[in-house]
């Protein structure tokens, strides 16, 4: 067979596998909005709980994984936008919610624009994880003596909201229908992040990534294209947070402390920080993994520290890096490069 | 008869004999009741002591025969002492069909499932959360507190100190800088200035740490530079512990008379041995072997029942917080004469029963517990295990509650002073 021949079988074959893609991702989202049909409302909850640890894990790894920026408080992001909608919700903001999430995305964006500013020319390495746990724990100290705010005790009995949209109203109140808007909300977040990866943009932050003098030398302002990509990481995680609060209806310090900034960290290995969905597939895993171990206390713990363990000396690109390299094994195309 | 009439009758009579199914399965299995505590984390070995008291309790009612003629089973789950992982397991509880819960035994997961109660048609019981939210703005019908509130528990401590002490006129906190610390401070203080015999005492600014610091040379300082010679100490566990070696070898122990603790009781007794404080008052919930708890018929059989589960003959104070809570449900089912939500709720109201510490009810008006609250001195001891408790006092409830304000943020300065 010729080469032409070989390459037209391959594009075939790709196109017929991006279609696949698509139609599993579209039953996986139908699956997702029935779900409240399909399963107990503990179940329910996880999975909501999922989808925010989903946005809040590729929020990270849009640094991490295509930027090469690591962040250890990236909590503090996280922590910004749910209390701020803790807040606005419960004490009655006057904003509508679609305003009161765009508000904080905005915020989170902003608190990583400042960060950007103070370290323009070290937002790398060492500075910026020390300077976004710096985030955190600042955070933290407000939080804590912030007595609107909850204090150690945390923000609770927030309401969930009612969004007016002027010809009509959705009415979020009931846990099922807050449920639903979150997986429509979820699928634009990763819809708008997927853009992002894919455009002119995400070639941008990968340029930046695989050699930053190089993308110097080429013309890329590699300093404000960090910057850039710090923002739309700050607000996505903001925007998380901002989500869960009407689905947990607390927000505590818990939220605002190094072990939350590991959570995405963790998600993202475990899925394969060097795929989009990587941090999605990782934290389905690792919510599967607690559920199923709900009844013995520290185990799940013992199992995700393991897995990790087994993921990092094994297959370092995540279980997607893993069943890729099996997929390309079964497919004959194994062997080392 | 059409294809697709005879598929909706198939599909009804499923639905229907599945619904049967799990409705009588509620009605004649075992009483499933959810308990939810901090089993792993920096909480769980408070979490754990409290489980083992509430399998205690269960253990006893199923040897007695169970409760409306069926077992009670435990649905045990840990909430890792996180108010998010709180709201799962009470969501996925009550998604299993369970609708009595057993939970909240730290402040913070209380918080988290106080607001959820009504929404998941559930009865909680929260086990040991003492933060005043919970029977204040965070109120509802669905929710019981079956442990004293913050304030009852320590300006009750801080009255104790000044009655048996009414010779030490200067007082002075060393606390958390948190809101349990100033909270449990600023009662302490209160109760010191109101209840003091004769000329009101000074109570000096706190004197604020970390809760989980382990160098306290420059609060130490503070202290011994004071001219208090009464404490008040609101940090718990080992912090604790660290403290009070630090201490002692500075010569604390002389400069202060009386020394009121948060509650670490046995734990800091075990561990200072000979160099306990000769005058150390801690929060008491329950001591085994002490009076009045050693003749209280209910505290001899949780020892012998604990012992006999789980092999240990030093039960920690915690288990009866947790036997304490899962009674409370366990007669309200029997007073119900049923396991439905509303039934449960409206007889808990109305039970009293008996506890290791006294007989117990909760106030109508804001389901928070009216109970006998006990305060016990210990100091060094020559016999093994080198410390000894000395005297418990007690302190109804009923005289240091504050009034109920169900749905509004509690305020000590509208109380009386």
Not at chain 1, 113 to 134: M, P, Q, S
Not at chain 1, 292 to 304: A, D, Q
Not at chain 2, 381 to 399: G, H, Q, T
Request: with cysteine.
């Amino acid at each position: 067979m010729s080469e032409a021949s070989l390459a037209a079988a391959e594009g075939r074959r790709s196109g017929t596998e991006t279609r696949l893609g698509l139609l599993c991702l579209a039953v996986l989202v139908v699956l997702l909005f029935l779900a409240p049909g399909l399963v107990n409302p503990g179940i329910l909850f996880v999975i909501g709980m999922t989808l925010i640890q989903a946005v809040f894990a590729l929020s990270w790894n849009l640094l991490f994984g295509f930027t090469g920026l690591a962040s250890f408080g990236h909590a503090g992001f996280f922590a910004i936008g749910a209390y701020f909608t803790g807040a606005a919700l419960r004490y009655d903001f006057h904003l509508p919610f679609l305003a009161v999430l765009a508000v904080a995305g905005l915020l989170g964006a902003l608190v990583a624009l400042a960060i950007g500013v103070v370290a323009l020319k070290r937002l790398t390495g060492i500075f910026l994880a020390v300077l976004t746990v710096a985030l955190t724990e600042a955070m933290a100290k407000i939080i804590g003596f912030s007595p609107a705010l909850g204090e150690q005790d945390g923000l609770g009995n927030i309401p969930r909201p009612v969004i007016d949209l002027g010809l009509f109203r959705i009415d979020l109140t009931h846990g099922d229908d807050y449920y639903r808007f979150l997986v429509v909300a979820t699928v634009l977040i990763v819809a708008a992040l997927w853009w992002v990866v894919h455009s002119r943009l995400g070639r941008t932050f990968r340029a930046i990534r695989e050699d930053a003098d190089r993308a110097r030398f080429v013309g890329i302002d590699v300093a404000r294209y960090r910057v850039i990509s710090f923002m739309i990481s700050g607000g996505t995680a903001a925007l998380a947070g901002a989500l869960s609060a009407p689905l947990t209806r607390i927000v505590t310090l818990d939220q605002v402390n190094w072990l939350a900034s590991t959570q995405p960290i963790l998600n993202s290995l475990l899925g394969g920080f060097t795929s989009f969905w990587g941090p999605i597939v990782g934290s389905a895993a690792f919510s599967t993994i607690n559920y199923f171990t709900r009844g013995f206390p520290g185990l799940s713990e013992i199992m995700v520290g393991g897995i990790l363990v087994v993921v990092i000396l094994v297959a370092p690109t995540g279980i997607l890096g893993l069943l890729g390299k099996l997929r390309r094994r079964a497919l004959g195309k194994g062997g080392r490069k | 008869m059409k294809r697709r009439t005879v598929l909706k009758s198939f599909a009804g009579a499923a639905a229907l004999l599945g619904m049967n199914a799990t409705y009588l399965r509620a009605q004649s299995g075992p009483i499933r009741v959810g308990a939810a505590f901090a089993l792993s984390g920096v909480g769980a070995p408070v979490g754990k002591q409290m489980l083992a008291g509430t399998e205690v309790a269960a253990m006893q009612i199923n040897k007695a025969g169970g409760l409306l003629g069926r077992e009670v089973e435990l649905v045990i789950r840990d909430d890792k002492y996180n108010s998010s992982e709180s709201v799962a397991v009470a969501r996925e509880l009550a998604g299993d069909g369970i609708n009595l819960l057993l939970g909240g035994s730290q402040t913070v997961t209380a918080l988290g499932l106080a607001p959820l109660a009504p929404e998941l048609n559930m009865a909680v019981i929260i086990v040991a959360a003492a933060g005043m939210p919970v029977t204040h703005e965070l109120f509802n019908p669905n929710i019981f507190r079956a442990t004293a509130n913050n304030y009852t528990q320590y300006s009750s401590l801080g009255r104790v100190l000044i009655e048996q002490n009414p010779d030490v006129r200067t007082w002075v906190s060393l606390a958390p800088d948190g809101d349990f610390g100033r909270d449990s401070a600023l009662f302490f203080g209160k109760a010191v200035e109101k209840y003091a015999p004769g000329e009101k005492p000074t109570v000096l600014d706190t004197i604020y740490t970390q809760a989980t610091a382990t160098d306290f040379r420059t609060q130490i300082n503070q202290l011994m530079s004071s001219d208090a010679e009464g404490l008040y100490i609101g940090i718990a566990a080992s912090a604790q512990i660290s403290f009070f070696q630090q201490a002692r070898s500075v010569g604390l122990y002389d400069k202060f008379k009386a020394i009121g603790e948060v509650g670490n009781g046995d734990i800091t007794g075990k561990a200072m041995g000979r160099n306990t404080h000769p005058n150390l008052w801690s929060v008491c919930h329950w001591i085994h072997n002490a009076e009045p708890f050693a003749s209280n018929p209910v505290s001899k059989q949780l020892f012998e029942d604990y012992v006999t589960l789980k092999g240990d003959e030093m039960p920690s104070a915690q288990v009866a917080a947790g036997h304490r809570a899962a009674m409370a449900i366990f007669e309200g089912i029997r007073a119900a004469g049923s396991t439905e939500t509303e039934a449960v709720l409206a007889a808990i109201e109305d039970v009293e029963f008996e506890t290791v510490g006294g007989p117990v009810s909760f106030r109508k008006e804001d389901h928070q517990l009216v109970n006998t609250n006990y305060y016990s001195q210990m100091g060094p001891s020559r016999e093994d295990p080198f410390f000894a408790f000395n005297k418990v006092v007690s302190i109804d409830a009923a005289e240091m509650i504050e009034p109920a304000t169900p749905g509004k943020p509690f305020d000590i300065s509208e109380l009386p002073q």
